[in-house]
């Protein structure tokens, strides 16, 4: 049986490996997990159309448009940078 702990995704990912994966220079996917604990991990939600960082009055802040690659999949690179960019106190993960 595994734990929560067990499946935590330990990949760092920061601004530059983020930048030359949304450029398509590094081919390495961000796996969902990671993208999904990473959003969690700091308050954000995918809501097409848009990501929204949820505040600690409890109120919903629009951050940025959900954003696509060419075959119609979640940008999630471009997602993460575009938050970075919004609120610079993300940590990635």
Do not use: W
Not at 15 to 31: C, V, Y
């Amino acid at each position: 049986m595994q734990t929560a702990e067990s499946t935590h995704h330990h990949i760092r990912l920061n601004r530059k490996d983020l930048k030359e994966i949304a450029s398509g220079r590094q081919h390495t996917p961000i796996d969902d997990m990671v993208f999904l604990e990473t959003l969690a991990s700091n308050h954000c939600l995918v809501m097409p159309p848009y990501v929204y960082h949820l505040g600690a009055n409890g109120e919903m802040e629009q951050v940025t448009p959900v954003r696509y690659d060419d075959q119609y999949n979640l940008n999630k690179a471009a997602i993460l940078l575009a938050i970075i960019d919004r609120l610079p106190r993300l940590k990635c993960s």
